[in-house]
């Protein structure tokens, strides 16, 4: 494909568009309140039967989540390997594409009865997102100079916003004017899920129309497939010899196991703990969005003022405060009043966490993508470890704030790590 050609970058870009639906249509606003509110209906309680087993269903959803970001965790190295050495990559994008929106049409079919569909198909859509999104990164230096990576990256972020904001509205009308369309609120819902899945799989189309794979003449055989963990492993080689980055990367575990896991299971404590319904939860989304907007501007000007390492200690200060306020929060007006104090800090940690990263990596080093891969993989992982741990805590004390309470802890200890850290390049490299 030539570089820089206009109409490969608005395709590359609606891919962003395409899937960003999932994440915030699905996982963050809609879903998580809709199988509280079936499975306690059918059930009777929140006790349900899952393979015959009797869970809480907060405490099998996180499991369930747990259970994905593992799967994600382990498969990312391999995928990663064969985008950037198979020359396959469009194979392996509409692949995981097809797999996360036809998860999403069979939300459709979840009432509460069939838990099991449920999770599976929830588990099966967070993989189809992360799979997909491994190959559509690894598009970008084959269709931009590098002096173009950071403007059109941001481009597709912000389509991703767009797109992902405007079919969140759409839903909320529908949600909010069910009576008027002659429909239950339930089967309503439901019906969002097949707009996902379909907003998903139909833009995406426009992405796979003008994407095209550059030959390499590369098999897919062991070596590639092996190619992504020889690659971490390098890496873990290397951080022997930088402690500065080690601490970092320690810090940032810590905290990440707070970050993610709260903004995964946030819409889960407003749905059961407040009894929020969908109706609300995308309201307090589309105010979360609106808030991030500003905070990350803050967070830029602060970091600017302050310093990176400052910045970040102060933002974590503020997460670990939110974890101790919702503990005690029983109040709707509380709770988005503490979603308005999370939204100001959720996208700025983010952002400020990878720019500090890439200021204490060595500057002689060629190879900054592994240094990436094995970041990406730390932030899976913790994942795997809040939303495994908040599922238990849940479980053993049958209260979820425990869980919430818990993760305030990683902050804390994220924050001490983080006060060693010195931010400036590592001597050596890979």
């Known amino acids: 494909m030539q570089l820089n050609d206009k109409k490969v970058i608005n395709a590359w870009c609606f891919f962003d568009w395409a899937n960003s639906a999932y994440s915030l249509v699905i996982t963050t606003a809609i879903f998580p309140a809709y199988y509280t509110a079936v499975t306690e ?16 269903n907060t405490v099998l959803y996180s499991y369930a989540l747990s259970v994905s970001f593992l799967l994600i965790a382990l498969l990312s190295p391999i995928l ?16 995981f594409t097809m797999l996360g929106a036809f998860s999403c049409l069979t939300l459709f079919f979840f009432t509460g009865s069939n838990v099991e ?17 491994v190959f559509y990164n690894a598009f970008l230096p ?5 002096d173009r990576y950071d403007a059109v990256s941001a481009r597709g972020y912000s389509m991703g916003y767009l797109g992902s904001v405007l079919l969140l509205i759409a839903n909320l009308l529908m949600i909010q004017f069910h009576e008027v369309l002659g429909a239950e609120k339930g089967f309503i819902i439901r019906i969002c899920f097949l707009t996902v899945g379909v907003w998903w799989l139909g833009f995406s189309q426009i992405t796979f129309q003008y994407l095209h794979d550059k030959k390499n003449g590369q098999k897919i055989d062991n070596a590639i497939l092996s190619k992504g963990f020889h690659e971490l492993q390098k890496v873990w080689q290397a951080l022997k010899n930088q402690p500065n980055i080690k601490k970092f990367l320690f810090s940032f575990f810590c905290y990440s196991t707070g970050v993610q896991t709260i903004l995964l299971i946030a819409a889960l404590f407003a749905s059961k703990e407040l009894n929020m319904e969908s109706s609300e939860l995308i309201i307090l989304v589309l105010l979360l969005q609106i808030v991030a907007i500003g905070g990350a501007y803050l967070t830029a000007k602060l970091s600017g003022f302050k310093g990176n390492k400052s910045t970040l200690l102060i933002l974590l200060s503020i997460w670990a405060f939110v974890c101790l306020t919702a503990f005690f929060v029983y109040d709707k007006i509380q709770f988005y009043l503490l979603a308005v104090l999370l939204g100001m800090v959720m996208g700025g940690i983010q952002s400020l966490s990878r720019a500090t990263y890439s200021k204490l990596l060595p ?4 190879d900054t993508a592994s240094y990436f891969s094995f970041y990406d993989v730390l932030e899976k992982s913790s994942i795997v470890l809040g939303t495994f741990l908040t599922g238990f805590a849940e479980q053993q004390s049958d209260n979820m704030r425990i869980g919430i309470l818990a993760l305030g802890f990683f902050f804390i200890v994220g924050a001490l790590l983080m006060s060693t850290v010195q931010v400036r390049p590592a001597k050596e490299g890979l």
């Open 142 to 146: 084959e269709i931009v100079s590098p």
């Open 117 to 133: 569909l449920g999770i599976i198909a929830a588990v099966t859509a967070s993989i189809g997102f992360s799979g997909g999104l």
């Open 363 to 366: 500057e002689n080093t060629p």
């Open 41 to 56: 209906s059918f059930f009777g309680s929140d006790k349900v039967i899952f393979l015959g087993i009797e869970i809480t």
């Open 80 to 95: 990663s390997g064969i985008a950037d050495y198979g020359g396959k990559k469009k194979l392996f994008m509409r692949f």
